[in-house]
């Protein structure tokens, strides 16, 4: 019989939406289905989540910065957790006190990197805020134990911090029987016709909170006639992005739905998902999509690319013009089909019970560590 491990999570937000906090939640919740106790270290945790798990309240100070904000929440957690005993603590957050840190995010010296030179010194040497930030993610990267989301998070780190060990990757899984192929076809009739989607034009689905980041912009400019874009997502300068549909005059074909409770739907009536990302950590619709048994289109940029076998279960673009042409190409149904057959197998193996067994073998070896007297902490 396997040991049941007391373990402590550490993030914010222990909520449903979001990158880091979504797989803190969906780990935890699995994690808590084999029997293991987890406590949730969290200033906010939400309505339904708390079952299971022990909540420590971690007090919010500082709110005005963001970085303060960030310190506060390390300082916090250390002085908690120097209260109590774990098999493993295990950190989404940017923290110092744990043995196991999750890095959902490119580094701060990476971004930094791409400055000029004097904008460069500026923002290392003369931005107390940056160098706060460098400080506090050069403490976290000592952690013994790294987990990148993606392999691009993976190449980013080493790139940054060659002395960081023991890195490896982790993605994120899905939920394999909420996003599921036999529910698209199900919804699919009801929700074109709520859309007022004509049943005979392809229909692109685009997932994400950060408009330009995410490369909405080059997508809203290949619209055209028999073609239509959902946009779901809150991202900034809405406006911006209308009017750049109005002037191609393809407004009545962009359909902005901002926050969705359940985005299924939004599967149920697209044909082709698209993530055209300049940046991008992982890429959770792509893998959502694909669980739905729709073909996805995703730049190299985004981690979630490396799941892809390009051609065979969906595609990677290099090129604004390779993207035009393959959503032509993505207007016939029959390759849409084949596409989207593969992809599900393939979504398939990256479910969110994979991730969980993953997390908790590395759990096992560390608590069997520490135990020892190993684990460097």
């Not at 699995?30 to 708390?50: D, M, N, T």
């Not at 990267?141 to 960081?164: F, G, H, K």
């Amino acid at each position: 019989m396997k040991k049941i491990l007391k373990i402590a999570v550490l993030v914010k937000r222990f909520i449903s939406s979001g990158g880091a906090e979504r797989y803190a939640v969906e780990v935890s919740r699995r994690l808590l289905k084999k029997g293991h106790e987890i406590s949730v270290y969290a200033r906010e945790v939400e309505p339904g989540q708390e079952t299971g798990v022990k909540w420590i309240r971690v007090s919010d100070r500082l709110r005005f910065s963001s970085v303060l904000n960030s310190v506060s929440f390390a300082v916090s957690t250390a002085h908690l957790l120097s209260k109590e005993s774990y098999d493993v603590i295990h950190s989404h957050e940017r923290a110092y006190a744990q043995d196991i840190l999750t890095l959902h995010t490119f580094s701060f010296r990476g971004d930094i990197e791409k400055y000029s030179l004097l904008k460069k010194i500026d923002r290392i040497y003369l931005s107390p805020r940056s160098a706060l930030y460098l400080w506090l993610e050069g403490k976290q990267m000592r952690t013994s134990r790294l987990v990148a989301v993606s392999d691009v998070i993976l190449e980013d780190t080493r790139r940054n911090y060659p002395r960081a060990e023991r890195v490896s990757v982790i993605t994120p899984g899905v939920d394999t029987e909420w996003f599921h192929p036999s529910y698209v076809l199900q919804k699919r009739e009801e929700e074109r016709v709520r859309q007022g989607i004509p049943a005979n034009e392809t229909v692109i689905l685009f997932v994400g909170s950060e408009f330009k980041r995410k490369g909405l912009d080059s997508l809203v400019a290949l619209i055209s006639s028999g073609t239509r874009l959902i946009v779901v997502g809150k991202g900034e300068r809405l406006d911006y992005y209308k009017s750049l549909a109005r002037r191609r005059g393809t407004l009545e074909r962009v359909y902005f739905k901002g926050h969705s409770d359940d985005i299924r739907r939004y599967y149920a009536a697209s044909d082709v998902v698209v993530l055209p990302s300049r940046s991008e950590a992982f890429g959770m619709s792509v893998l959502e999509g694909m669980a739905c048994g729709l073909p996805v289109v995703t730049s190299p940029n985004a981690g979630v690319a490396s799941l892809i076998d390009d051609g065979r279960d969906g595609f990677v673009f290099r090129s604004v013009g390779e993207l035009s042409k393959l959503l032509e190409r993505l207007s016939d149904p029959a390759l849409r089909t084949r596409i989207g057959l593969e992809a599900r197998k393939k979504a398939e193996r990256y479910s969110w019970d994979r991730t969980a067994d993953q997390y908790e073998e590395l759990y096992f070896r560390i608590a069997e560590q520490r135990k020892a007297g190993m684990s460097g902490r």
